[in-house]
Every structure is written in structure tokens, then in C-alpha cells.
């Protein structure tokens, strides 16, 4: 409104003063665009303007209006009944105009009501291509194709008498005929050479524009994709190249569908998607979308490289452009990269360290905490790669080297006492003894367990240790060594009497561990005082450096089952930071989860609709100490769902179980029922419960019904949006204790992203058959229409979003899948270590394994089911989810039919059922 009336004066003073009125155009455009993108304030805008500039003057603003009109989607309809069927209960309507139509046909000089053949005005080609992007965005999509090699054909001169600004529209015109043309063969698998020859005619008219090269790229690589899966036989070592070449011209031949590849095309386009990524990536900087794209393109660059980087050209291709890579940009990769650290191909493996050792050099805090990680790796090899690096690191950076291991080590010790860890190895051996038989395995388990305390205890803690249950642990060592000598089974037996004895009195000091003191657990922890690392999680090249000042004295146990340790770090700038210490777990997966929420948070706040609505993930820092315990960032204000529901239930003498306990006595063999008879109990629980705590909490703990009301909205959209996220990513184990309610805004926060891919949903014993949690509790919480309301818009809304974006995101999670630290979660560790002739393996091995570890073919384990997951993912954002379940359908759903299809999975009392108790799906 301010600047309506600001704007208004200035109109009066343009009509009075011919010098002001040259000057206006350029100052409204320039405030145009800090202006929030909304349609209803630039249309007020661009009205009061009118007054004053002619149409032609406003040309430039009336086309970037009509471009957010389309993106908004404000497509303005006026519907006019024609009849009424009363037996169908259906209006026959007619779209009318739209707003951003109507624009762009008057900058074109036509009637917008008129029915007449419109005629492309070339000498004005900004417009052309404006009225193209018009019938395009109307569904007019091959009448857009046609007008637009119109335009190309006709609506420019010559290339070497165009000025700069037109080459640029020239460049985006091809690269739009080529996606345009790309989305009519989207049924088509094989590449197409037309559309490749269009994205290089864009590159050569703006070489500087980054679209153009990301489109060649990926127009490569999938080329590349689709000849892979069709070569006879893995690629051969290929002769060497340069590759410095400039980019070769297509060879159609190439291209025909059907024709067995040899590995020369294969190689030729690893080099041309090598070229155009890296040059993409290159030219990418500056906001939060160009951010966006750059991830994709690199995430899809280093697919190249750890795939094909053995390839002795494309290995030179990568040598002599990655080099042209900010080492900023690798920063946000750096987990990717040690993943590969320990690959036995030379040509990857010795670029891989090179770039880590540029990280170091430049920006060695944002290398040192993951470099610690993998320097403790069970795996030789990826240990040696490490140390590797962390010597070259030492040469500049020693103090910061012997830091950040002295910390990482002490925070370990902190994470797993020795009672924790011997009482987690006594229960799996046991297991391993008792139920499998596996004499060998339990051995091996508790040997490395046996020589740490024969090292010598460091703290006071493990001395306490040492006096308690030295000399019985030392006794059945002795026991399993005669085993080892003799073969008599009856020395194990005897063993395990004092291995039992040593298990059942830690078992009754476990829960009496509340706190912990560092003098006590980690003096080396309690005397560090200013130290030049930076305190976890905080790095970030453009801000300054906060280091750790000292770590406070005394740290919580949190009363669950893993018993993690609240801790808090004092950081150099005067803050207090927080994180939960977790052992007995590997955070390295919720790393890699927290880097594709960053991505589509990026996404989402792209969007003008969602980010009006604030629809972002809630994140939080993830940084792995040892590949069994690591550092979460605290998040403040928060309760899991479930200690909430506890702490409400026992204020009004509610028992907690009381769903539980009424299914047990309507059928106490529940988990044996048929589906129909579990349907049956479940539904009685249902009925004789209210469900309507979460509802009530949600009241009681706000100040006031407009604090409540903000809340519930919140608390609505946030769990919408992370349901639509988490069905992508296919996240299950979503109990209560894994969703947290923030108390100031009343958002949903989910932690602990251990089951991913569905692998949930595929597990042989009580699998997951729901997309996302959406029980009645969680409903009831809703505003009055439940699921009817803000939910389903949100989960609409973000679903589209989603689906709009699905190339950056396809590009993260396939990097994903295909990640050696995934791969080791999708399939059966037993089957794994059977074909590996493996008695036992540990997690590290097994990636290393994966990673393509001598002698190994990991394809014969992680190919077919990647394939599985990549493609799932993709039918989901394509909304081919469904086509099974509906095999009439051969097109893809709409998201309003999708969306409606989630939530009808998600309320389905037959799918609730079978999910296992401790997920509440009676809450």
C-alpha cells in the first residue's frame, strides 16, 4: 500500500516534469524486482503504472508478470454452466481466459476476446516466446512446439548481427524446444538426437548461461544410461585421451534404438556428460535456485566419476576440468567422497584423495570430522586412504589434526562406557552361541572386547569397571582359549556361566545411570580449554569460525533404550551448543538424510505458493564421530509424541497401554489372528477409546485460542509436508517416539532416519503397509474437517512441487542408492556374508565390499534391487505409484488422485493393523 501511494506521487510528478518521466521506467523496474512475488500486488502495481507508461515501455514488466501468473498458477477461470445433469451431478464448464494470456496478447497487439488466428509478432521475439510458454503452460503443447520453431526459423537474424540479449533468447528458445520435445518422447527410453542437436545449439549461443550445459549433460548421461544397460560386457580399459577436446558433433548412428553399443559410444558419452556437468557446475553460483541446479549436476558428476572415472579418458576428461571447480563447491559433498575413499580403482581413488587433499588445505575443518570417521574404520583399506589424507593435513594443520582425534576419541568413550559395550557384545553373543550356533562368531565378537581392557583402563570409570568384572571376564577368556585349543564345547558352557553372571549385574546397573561426569568418563574432554576446532556442525566458510572454548562438566542420560547423552559444547562466540551423544547407532545415514531435506527445503522455498505457507523441513546438524556413535544437534522445544501422550495420561490417570490392553483381552493371540479377525479387534479398540489426547494437549498448552490456532496449523502443514517427503524417500518406523512436537509453534519434527527406501514396508515380520503415519490421534489434532482441510492442500501442494522438481531430486537420491553406506541396508546381511564366504562381517567391510572391493562384483547384490528403488522413486514422482494397484490406468495420476490415494492407504484400518505394537497405530 506504502509503496502504491509512493508510486502514485511519482506518476503525477512524471505527467508534470518530461525528465522525470525518461528516468521512471527504469527505477519502477529495478523496484519491481525486490518486490514479493505475489500476483494480486504486482497486478495493483503494474495498474497504477499504466497511467503512465505506454505498453510497449512496460513491456519487460508485464512479461515478467505474465511468467508469474503461470508460475503462481493463478490462472484465472471463469466458469459458465452450459447444462446441468442432474442424474451425473456434473457442470459442463468452459475454461475462459486466463490473466497471463491476456497480457501477453496485448503486448501482441490482439484482441484477447477475440476468436480470430493470432499471428507471431517476430519483430517483437521476447513476446513470441512468452505467448509460446503461454500455450505451453495451457496444455496447448504441440501447437507451443510449432509456434516456437516458428519463432527460431523466422524471429531472429543472423547470429553474428544479434546483440547479446537476443543470442541469450535465442540460447533459451532452443533449450526450451529441446525440453519441450524431450517431455513428447517421455514414453521413450531411447536418446534422441534432435533433441541433443537443440541443447548444443544453446550452449553455442550462450556459453556462459548454466541451463543449456546441465540440459546436454543429462541428455548425455541418460544416453549413457540407456546404452549401459544394453552393453554385452563390462567396459575395457580404453585408450588414453586428453580430453580437452571441444565438444564433438553428434553422431546419429549412435542413436539408432536397439543397436548393441560397443564400449567406445559408452566412453564418448562418460566424456561429453564429464565436459557439460563440469562446466554446469562451474557456471552455477549466486542464489538459492542456482544452488539447487548445481547440486544436481554434481551430485549427477560424481555418479560419472565413481562409476566411470577408471576409464582411462574419461579419468583425463576429469582431470583437466574438475580442477575448474570452486573448492567451496565440494563441501557440500564431502560425505559422497569419503564413502569412495577406499575404492580399488586407482584412476578414482587417487583423484578422490587429491580433491580431499585441496578440502584440507583450504578449508580443513570442514574435512576433519568425517576424516576422523573413517580413520577408525574396521576396513584397512579405507583406513590407510584416510590416514593418507590426515598426514597431508598434518603438514599445515597439526594441532587441528591432534585435536580433533584426541575429541572424537573421548567423545566416543563417552558415547559407549565399557559396561555399555560389553553388555551390547553379551547379548549379540549370546544370540550368536545360543540361537545360531555360531561358536566362531561369538569368539570373534568378544575378542577385540577381551584385548581392550587387557590395554589398561584410562578413566576412573573404567577402572570401577575393571574391579568389578575383570577377573570373571579374564577367567572365561581363558575358558574360550582352551575352547580354541582343546575343541571340548564344555569350556564355552562353562564361560558362559560367567558371562551370564557378568550380563545380569550390569543389566541391574544400567538403569541407574542418570548422569555422567567428565572427570569421572573423560578428563582429557574436561580440560580442554580453546582449542582451534570448530565446535561440530558450525562451519561455514562465509561466517566466522567458532571454536570449541570447553565442553561442560556433567551430561544427562537420556532414559531409553540406548541411554544417549545430552551434552553441551561452549563455542568461542559465547554460545552454548547442544547435541545429543548417541552410541550403539550409525548416524552417517541421517547425515545423508539431512542433505535431501536441505535440497528440497531449497526447493520448497523456490516455490512463491509454499514458501507463503513456510512449508520447510525442520534440520539439524548430524555429525558422525565413529561408525557406531555420533553427534545430533539438540533440537530445542521439543517432545516426542510419546512422552507427551505419557506425561498426559498419567495427569489424568489414564493408563498408557489402554488400547493395548483391550486388544489383548478381546484376543490375546493377536499377532496370530487372520488379517479380518486383527481388523475386527483393532476397530473395537478404536470404539471404545476416544483417541482425542493429542488434540487436548494441543489446547491445554496454549496460552490462548490465537496461539492455539497458529499451532494447529502449523502442527497440520508440517506433518503434511514431511508425509509427502517421507513417502518419497520411502521413510518408515515413524512411532511415536520418532516424531517430536516443537512447543512454541506447534511444528512436527521426525528423527532417526534408519529405515528408508521402504525398507519397512518389505521387512518379512510386521511390515509397514502404510505410506506415512496418519493415525487418528493425529487427525483428531486437525481442524474440524480432519484430513479435508489445510492437510490434504498442503500435501497437494508439496506433492506438485515435488513432482515439478523430481530431476534434482531423482539426481541425490539415486546418488544415494548407490551409495556404498545405503547399498549395505537393502540387502540381507546373512545372504551378503554367505556369498562373501564371510562368517562375520562388520558394516565397514561390508561397504568397502560395495564400494568394489577386489575380487567383488557388487552388482550381483545391489544392481537389480537399486534399479528396483530408483524406478519406485520415479513412478512416485511421476504418479505412476499406483499402476499396479490400478492397471487400467495407464497414465500418470494426477497429485489431486495420488494425494488421494496416500491418505486412503494411510487411514486403512487393514493396513494399521498389521503394523507391530510398539508403533501405536491404535494412537
Known sequence: MVQMLSELEETID???NPEKRRIVPSVWWNRLQGCQR?????QRILQVRSLVLTPDEMRQMLLKFASLCRKSGKLVRLIIVDEINLQMNTLQSTVVLAVSRRTILTLMDCDPDSCAPIKLPFERPEVCYAYCKQLNCEGRRDLALSQLQLLLEYGFKKPATLPAELLSLKARCFLKLGQWSEQNLINED????????????ATELDSKAYKPWNALACANFNALLYYRQRAPIPLIQCQNDSGDSPLKPLNPNLLVPGTVPDDSVITMYAVQAVKCFCRAVMLCHGNSLQDT?????????LTLWFDYGHIPEVYDTLISRIKTVRVETWLQVIPQLIARIDTPRHFVSHLIIEILMDIGKNHPQALIYPLTVASKSSSSARRQAADRVLKHMSDHSPNLVQQASMVSDELVRVAILWHELWHEALEEASRLFFSDRNVKGMLDLLNPLHALIERGATTMKEQSFNQAYYRDLKEAQELCIKFRQRGNLRDVTQAWDLYYNVFRRITKQLPLLSALDLQYVSPKLLKCKNLELAVPGTYDPSRPLVCIQSVQRSLQVIASKQRPRKICINGSDGQEYWFLLKGHEDTRQDERVMQLFGLVNTILLQNPTTCRLNLTIQRYSVIPLSPNSGLIGWVPNCDTLHALLRDYREKKKILLNLEHRIMQRVAPDYDHLPLMQKVEVFEFALEHTPGDDLQKILWLK????????DRRTNYTR???TMSMVGYILGLGDRHPSNLMLERMSGKIVHIDFGDCFEVAINREKFPEKIPFRLTRMLINAMEVTGVEGNFRLTCEKVMSTLRANRESIMAVLEAFVYDPL?????????????????????DDDAISLLSGGPGFQPSEFVSRK?????????DKLTGRDFSSACPTTSKSLTVQAQVDLLIQQALSHENLCQCYIGWCPFW
Not at 531411447?190 to 545449439?201: A, D, F, G, L, R
Not at 496454549?702 to 490456532?709: A, L, Q, R, T
Request: hydrophobic residues 40%; aromatic residues 12%.
Open 14 to 16: 512524471a505527467k508534470r
Open 38 to 42: 505475489s500476483v494480486e500486488d504486482w
Open 190 to 201: 531411447s536418446p534422441n538426437v534432435e533433441v541433443m542437436q537443440h541443447y548444443m545449439y
Open 293 to 301: 541446479l548445481r547440486q544436481e549436476a554434481f551430485i549427477q558428476l
Open 702 to 709: 496454549s496460552p490462548n485460542s490465537e496461539v492455539w490456532f
Open 718 to 720: 508440517s506433518l503434511a
Open 822 to 842: 545405503f547399498s549395505w541396508k537393502l540387502i540381507e546381511r546373512e545372504q551378503f556374508e554367505r556369498k562373501t564366504k564371510n562368517v562375520s562381517l562388520s
Open 866 to 874: 537399486a534399479l528396483d528403488i530408483i524406478q519406485r522413486i520415479r
